[in-house]
């Protein structure tokens, strides 16, 4: 089972800059798919960005490409989402999520608590 806990969310204007991070427990990380969700008040969640366990392949929603980058540093058990040219629309409760052994799309077991994101105009 893995843990899974972000942090680095707030609030921001509108082109402001934020990196979130998601900190894993266990003793396998390597071995898991990670992604970033996010969920908008009145919306379903989304995958926003993904990154298949062996680092091999990325997926970004088309409305973050270009704007978003998720990496993850294997010796820290840690994965961040650095997100660029923030817009209003995406204000929402940021999740991670870890996959044993999945792709960039999932399938993800594992979600974080959330950390909320606020951009304004």
């Known amino acids: 089972q893995v843990q899974l806990v972000e942090s680095g969310g707030g609030a921001v204007q509108a082109g402001g800059s934020l990196r979130l991070s998601c900190a894993a427990s266990?003793?396998?990380?390597?071995?898991?798919?990670m992604g970033w969700f996010r969920q908008a008040p009145g919306k379903e969640r989304e995958l926003v960005a993904g990154?298949?366990?062996?680092?091999?392949?990325?997926y970004y929603a088309d409305s973050v490409k270009g704007r978003f980058t998720i990496s993850r540093d294997n010796a820290k058990n840690a994965v961040y989402l650095q997100m660029n040219s923030l817009k209003p629309e995406d204000t929402a409760v940021y999740s991670c999520?870890?996959?044993?052994?999945?792709?960039?799309?999932?399938?993800?077991?594992?979600w974080g608590q959330g950390t909320q994101v606020s951009v304004s105009s």
């Open positions: 999520a870890a996959g044993r052994l999945g792709t960039s799309r999932g399938p993800y077991e594992y």
């Open positions: 266990g003793r396998t990380f390597s071995t898991y798919a």
């Open positions: 990154l298949r366990w062996n680092g091999l392949s990325t």
